[in-house]
C-alpha cells in the first residue's frame, strides 16, 4: 500500500480550520465527501469518533491518525490535515497535532488499512520530514513531501 494511491490534492486541507480533534475529524469527513471518496457521512464520523473513544489516535511528535473500518466504505481512502497552530487532539504525549491523516477502510479488509497506518507512521519517523510536513503550506507541497520520503 501506498499512500500517494489513495491521496491527492482534492483529499489534503491546507490549513485545517479547525481547533479541537472532533472539529477536525468533521473537516476531514467533509474533504472526502466533497472528493466523492465517501457517501455515508454520518457513518464515517460515528465510527471514526467511537474508534477515538476507545483510545485516542493522537500519537505523539504531532501527529494524529484517526481510522476506522465501516461497511459503508469500499475501498480504503484517506485525507491529510496540515495544522500549522496545533489542535487539541488529547494526544499520548500531551502536545498539540498539527498533521493529521485521516483513514477509512472497508469492514472486512485489514490489510491494506494496516499497511497504510505504518507507512504513515513511518514518515513521522523522520524529524526532517515530519517538520517539512508541520509547515507545508499548499496540498501540493503535502504531497511532494510524501513523495520524497
Do not use: C, Y
Not at 29 to 48: F, S, Y
Not at 69 to 97: N, R, Y
Not at 113 to 125: G, K, Q, S
Not at 128 to 145: M, Q
Amino acid at each position: 500500500m501506498k499512500l500517494l494511491e489513495i491521496l491527492d490534492e482534492s483529499v489534503i486541507k491546507v490549513p485545517l480550520e479547525s481547533e479541537d480533534k472532533e472539529e477536525a475529524v468533521e473537516e476531514l469527513i467533509d474533504v472526502l465527501v466533497r472528493a466523492g471518496r465517501i457517501t455515508d457521512r454520518e457513518a464515517a464520523l460515528t465510527a471514526v469518533m467511537e474508534r477515538e473513544k476507545k483510545q485516542t489516535t493522537g500519537i505523539g511528535h504531532g501527529l494524529a491518525i484517526p481510522h476506522a473500518k465501516h461497511e459503508s466504505i469500499t475501498a480504503l481512502t484517506g485525507a491529510v490535515g496540515i495544522a500549522p497552530e496545533g489542535i487539541e487532539f488529547d494526544s499520548i504525549d500531551g502536545e498539540q497535532v498539527k498533521v493529521v491523516f485521516l483513514l477509512l477502510a472497508e469492514a472486512d479488509n485489514p490489510g491494506p488499512h494496516l499497511a497504510a497506518l505504518a507507512e504513515v507512521a513511518r514518515i513521522f519517523e523522520f524529524p526532517t520530514a515530519r517538520n517539512k510536513l508541520f509547515n507545508a503550506g499548499t496540498p501540493g507541497e503535502v504531497l511532494e513531501i510524501i513523495r520524497g520520503i
